[in-house]
């Protein structure tokens, strides 16, 4: 499978609970994005890599929230004392390089926070 | 962004009907525009895209349309099948050209 493919795919949580979700691109795919969607809604921007460096964070990425791509391949995406209004799908997307803009996204994280 | 939540547009149509949906952006200065299927459960799609220096493209039958006065964007399919029913969502590039900002998204349902 050479999509971009998203570990769990889903994940039931109590709140105040951390998680952590995993992501890996399609290789050698240069950038790499998180997104969150919630119910009836397109997906927001949360924040992306280039390579190792994440370049970009959305005001919606609270200090909860925090990323990492340590090597320039997968990505995690980890969320402190998970809140109610976590809960969504939260959605990788990888693209080839700066100047291709074509996005491919994987399959998403449901996170349910009770 | 905007969005009306969970009551989307929905457009229906029968099978083998030729479907167009509309999509209004906001900035006047993106480049760059795709159109994604979304299926219950599962990540977007990618369908099709387009520059902002050309104002249709055609794909395996599906073409946008962009219309840049009007900041609108058109995704048409042309015979479409049971297979196409899902949410679609026009997004537009972020002048930086890094994220993308996503519309409020149009269920397809199609009869057969």
């Known amino acids: 499978d050479t999509g971009v493919s998203q570990d769990p795919r889903h994940k039931i949580t109590k709140r105040g609970q951390n998680v952590t979700f995993r992501c890996d691109p399609i290789?050698?795919?240069?950038?790499l994005y998180w997104y969150r969607q919630t119910l009836g809604q397109g997906p927001e921007f949360l924040t992306y890599?280039?390579?190792?460096?994440?370049?970009?964070k959305s005001r919606l990425l609270s200090d909860r929230f925090s990323a990492e791509r340590p090597k320039g391949s997968f990505s995690t995406l980890e969320i402190q004392r998970t809140e109610q209004g976590d809960s969504a799908m939260y959605l990788c997307?990888?693209?080839?390089?700066?100047?291709?803009?074509?996005?491919?996204f994987g399959p998403g994280t449901r996170l349910t926070v009770t | 962004g905007e969005s009306v939540g969970l009551h989307l547009p929905t457009l229906s149509v029968q099978e083998g009907d030729n479907s167009i949906i509309n999509c209004a952006y906001s900035?006047?200065?993106?480049?760059?525009f795709i159109w994604y299927k979304q299926e219950s459960g599962k990540g977007p799609q990618f369908i099709i895209d387009?520059?902002?220096?050309?104002d249709k493209r055609q794909g395996q039958r599906v073409t946008v349309l962009l219309n840049k006065t009007v900041k609108h964007l058109s995704l048409q399919i042309a015979a479409t099948q049971p297979g196409d029913s899902a949410v679609y969502f026009c997004?537009?590039?972020?002048?930086?050209?890094?994220?993308?900002?996503f519309g409020a998204g149009t269920i397809l349902r199609v009869k057969s």
């Open positions: 290789s050698e795919h240069n950038r």
């Open positions: 890599f280039q390579n190792e460096a994440q370049l970009e």
């Open positions: 900035n006047s200065a993106s480049d760059y």
């Open positions: 997004a537009e590039m972020g002048e930086y050209g890094n994220k993308l900002v």
């Open positions: 387009i520059r902002s220096n050309m």
């Open positions: 997307a990888s693209s080839p390089a700066p100047g291709s803009y074509e996005q491919y």
